[in-house]
């Protein structure tokens, strides 16, 4: 995403928004606000299960149970993951990998004029962090000056202490946030991508990438997508998949991946 201070941030920055269009400082009334398919449940990843159930019904007995598997099915599970608190410390059950903090190769996180929140976030004070190289979009700072804890991977339990450059200001979630992760129907698990220069699909040049899923698949969409290449017209959320020289596929989102601070 090339080096060098503001320069080479605001390149990060654009390199990302180019693609998913939603990197904004404005205010956003949490990922549950109305009119927003799904449903989302706060969790701070450990312990198991601590996502609250996909739909719910007043109805009691088996029958009450079955509706409500049958309804849990045809909605997209939101979880929004709270691995830091707003203190900056790790929650429990989550670890710290410091292996790779490195002062002389500090991250670029902005600075006490101007920042750019996590694509990924629905609270503010998360930041997005460049080069795209350390993974570092989804980022909080913590009382130690410069510190920063980075969640690069939605499917573990571990975050990365990496040094900042500078102090930053504080942020504003996105108003149209991206998940950070997904989990698929088909069992895939997805990344958000997260700047880079990736091809369009053979067929299809109209498309760019979205989200990397496994050694091969990608999720594509039209580079103007206001939703990180999700489709979220209908409660059940959708990509649409493939690798670069093969067919693409629609595929429902069994759950979608958000970030925020505990409490």
């Known amino acids: ?7 080479r941030r605001a390149r990060g920055v654009r390199a990302w928004a180019a693609t998913a269009a939603v990197v904004s400082v404005t205010m956003l009334a949490g990922c549950a606000s109305q009119g927003r398919s799904g449903t989302q449940a706060a969790a701070t990843r450990p312990p198991a299960g601590s996502t609250t159930a996909l739909a719910s019904t007043a109805r009691t007995g088996p029958a009450a149970a079955t509706v409500s598997a049958a ?7 939101r979880v929004t993951l709270a691995p830091v608190d707003r203190r900056g410390q790790p929650v429990r059950g989550w670890t710290v ?21 996590s694509p990924a976030a629905v609270s503010g004070d998360i930041y997005y962090c460049s080069p795209s190289a350390a993974g570092a979009d989804a980022c909080w700072p913590t009382p ?26 504080k942020v ?14 088909n069992g895939d698990h997805c990344r958000l991508r997260n700047g880079g220069a990736w091809i369009s699909p053979e067929h299809r ?6 989200y990397s899923c496994g050694p091969r698949d990608i999720v594509w969409a039209h580079p103007d997508s206001p939703a990180g290449g999700v489709d979220r017209t209908t409660p059940r959320w959708t990509v649409l998949i493939g ?9 429902a989102v069994t759950e979608a991946e958000f970030v925020t601070s505990a409490r």
């Open 97 to 117: 990998d410091r292996s790779a903090e490195d002062p002389d190769a500090a991250i670029d996180c902005g600075d006490i004029r101007q920042a750019y929140p």
């Open 205 to 210: 040049p109209d498309l760019v990438g979205y």
């Open 243 to 251: 690798d670069v020289t093969g067919p693409l596929t629609t595929v």
């Open 172 to 185: 504003s979630p996105p108003r149209n946030p991206a998940p950070l992760g997904l989990v698929l129907a």
């Open 71 to 77: 309804n849990a099915a045809q909605v997209t599970r």
């Open 144 to 169: 130690q000056p410069r510190r920063m804890l980075c969640l690069r991977d939605p499917e573990r339990t571990t975050l990365t202490a990496l040094t900042a450059q500078a102090l930053v200001t």
């Open 1 to 7: 995403m090339g080096t060098g201070g503001t320069g």
